[in-house]
């Protein structure tokens, strides 16, 4: 079951821009996370928001959640070409143990 | 160094043979994860234990069994039942909060 879907599929910006990739999913939830993939890697966990939050700040990212319009996004400022990889998100089901991740987007930061 | 690892890095198989990935981790965490990820696409679960001795199957077990004999351990078997096994895996566990921590990651390639 698809539970996030993330939009765009795909970004390519140049280095120094801001990227913001958004987040949609379908049910009720705990907290949703932010996840990054550089190609051919495990994911690294980025930044965590609960359902009673509505704005997180980790340097330079920024995460925003509306559990109204069931919708999430994440915005990376002053982007480098290190932050070229795939960026997912992924919510609980009500349950602590599992994740469900959307399709992800693919970044490329152009130098 | 604490972490989770996965191995092989790259596993070749024949067509109707079975197949062990492995997964070990050190940082103590209850719950361990497998998905399967496939080109371009979002993460799968296959199965996840919560516990030692007991795993529940995930949205795509199917052609998969696994075993969680040791906290540490969580290998996944990939059968000749599994039609199209060719896919990249990825290994997580998860300890007292809910972020997952994944491993490296295994590529299995069928000939």
């Known amino acids: 079951s698809q539970q996030g879907e993330e939009d765009p599929q795909a970004l390519s910006i140049q280095e120094g821009e801001n990227a913001t990739m958004n987040c949609s999913y379908k049910?009720?939830?705990?907290?949703l996370q932010w996840y990054r993939q550089n190609s051919g890697r495990g994911l690294v966990h980025l930044i965590l928001?609960?359902?009673?939050?509505r704005e997180k700040h980790s340097g330079r990212l920024r995460v925003t959640l509306d559990t109204s319009k069931k919708s999430s996004s994440l915005l990376i400022t002053a982007s480098r070409a290190a932050d070229t990889a795939s960026y997912f998100c992924?919510?609980?089901?009500?349950?602590?143990?599992?994740?469900?991740f959307g399709s992800g987007t693919r970044l490329l930061v152009r130098p | 160094d604490g972490g989770i690892t996965q191995s092989p890095k790259y596993l070749f198989r024949k067509e109707g043979q079975n197949v062990t990935l492995s997964c070990e981790q050190n940082l103590n965490h209850d719950a361990m994860y497998w998905y399967r990820q496939d080109p371009g696409q979002g993460l799968r679960l296959i199965y996840y234990s919560q516990i030692v001795n007991d795993f529940q199957k995930g949205d795509i077990a199917e052609g998969y069994s696994v075993s969680r004999e040791k906290k540490e351990s969580f290998p996944l078997t990939v059968t000749s039942a599994q039609k199209n096994p060719t896919a990249f895996y990825l290994c997580?566990?998860?300890?007292?909060?809910?972020?997952?921590?994944f491993g490296p990651g295994t590529r299995l390639t069928v000939l």
């Open positions: 928001i609960r359902s009673n939050e």
């Open positions: 997580a566990s998860t300890g007292a909060g809910d972020t997952q921590y």
């Open positions: 049910t009720s939830i705990n907290n």
């Open positions: 992924a919510t609980d089901e009500g349950s602590s143990y599992k994740l469900i």
